[in-house]
């Protein structure tokens, strides 16, 4: 008995010695967005996140180029079409969380793959100095976009690097009822009128805050953050139909610290977290997010119809016929 007492603790030891006080994480949210959370749940907890900060292409080039020795367990935000592709891949691994229950069956991978966070559309920030400067006004359609007097003056992200500027190109593609040819006439009319594509898609906006460029293409939250902070910029979104971001979350297989990933998963999912995610001027996905935070509501905006698995498995496709096309 004592031989089996001691064969316990022994393991139980052994246990614990290979449990980590820290997660090594992937994100896509901002900096100072990801530092609050981050740094909340340690305080919380008392378990480190050491994050790295990549756009969303990014991140799934680590997860390619890792995929036999991952070097991250959990990806906290990006764009939720390269979730799909990571599962696609298998690149993450299912987990299903106590408080995934209250986020709607559309904006969360129904084997647990992947779950929503927030919503982000996608919209047009026109800094106003510049624009007086200049004689425009602001867009309020992607038509408009297209316009002569706009020659030079927009700025989006690359779509190499960046799942903003690929759900500019899905936008385009939903927009014309699935008509690539149509959708990439478009761009290519919009590339005349583009100054520079950026690797991140929060950089236009805030190149277009400080009057670097008098337009810029970017997700909403990101704008009105720049507009809180006093950027003089006005918000407009597109009457013909807005794109957006499902910034998602998955467990990264293989990940080197699975316990300490699914307890910054669930935490991520709780009040806690759900309340400081709400004021970053984002539309959250759960209904434990404080609504009085919340700047738009989803049925405020024109939001496109958009279909997840379809943009994964094309996403490698589209972005190669956007590179030999349009990329510069």
Not at 25 to 44: C, R, V
Not at 183 to 199: E, G, P, R, W
Not at 259 to 271: C, F, P, T
């Amino acid at each position: 008995m004592k031989k089996l007492l001691l064969t316990v603790f022994i393991l139980c030891i052994s246990i614990l010695s290979f449990s980590a006080n820290y997660v090594n994480a992937y994100t896509t949210l901002e900096e100072p967005l990801a530092k609050a959370l981050f740094d909340e749940f340690q305080k919380e907890t008392g378990i480190k996140v050491n994050w790295v900060r990549l756009s969303t292409g990014e991140v799934i080039t680590r997860l390619e180029a890792e995929k036999n020795n991952p070097q991250a367990s959990i990806w906290v935000g990006g764009v939720g079409v390269y979730h799909v592709e990571a599962k696609l891949k298998g690149y993450t691994t299912p987990y299903k969380a106590p408080y995934s229950q209250f986020i709607d069956a559309k904006f969360k991978d129904p084997e647990g793959y992947w779950i929503g966070l927030y919503v982000g559309p996608l919209a047009f920030a026109t800094n106003k100095n510049r624009a007086k400067e200049l004689g425009i006004t602001p867009p309020t359609s992607w038509t408009d976009l297209l316009k002569p007097e706009y020659k030079g003056m927009i700025r989006m992200a690359d779509p190499n690097t960046s799942g903003t500027a690929y759900n500019v190109i899905t936008t385009m593609i939903n927009i014309y009822k699935r008509d690539e040819n149509k959708a990439f006439d478009y761009m290519k009319k919009l590339d005349v009128n583009v100054n520079m594509y950026t690797k991140s898609g929060a950089a236009p906006g805030k190149d277009c805050a400080i009057g670097e460029t008098p337009i810029a293409i970017g997700y909403l939250h990101d704008l009105i953050k720049l507009q809180k902070e006093g950027a003089p910029i006005v918000i407009t979104l597109p009457t013909d139909g807005s794109g957006y971001e499902i910034a998602a979350m998955s467990l990264i297989k293989g990940g080197k610290e699975p316990l300490e990933a699914k307890k910054l998963y669930n935490w991520i999912l709780g009040d806690k977290a759900q309340s400081i995610i709400a004021g970053w001027y984002v539309i959250p996905l759960s209904p434990k997010a404080p609504k009085n935070k919340v700047v738009y509501k989803l049925q405020d905006i024109n939001l496109i119809q958009q279909d997840l698995l379809w943009e994964a498995q094309n996403r490698e496709r589209l972005v190669d016929k956007w590179k030999k096309e349009i990329g510069r």
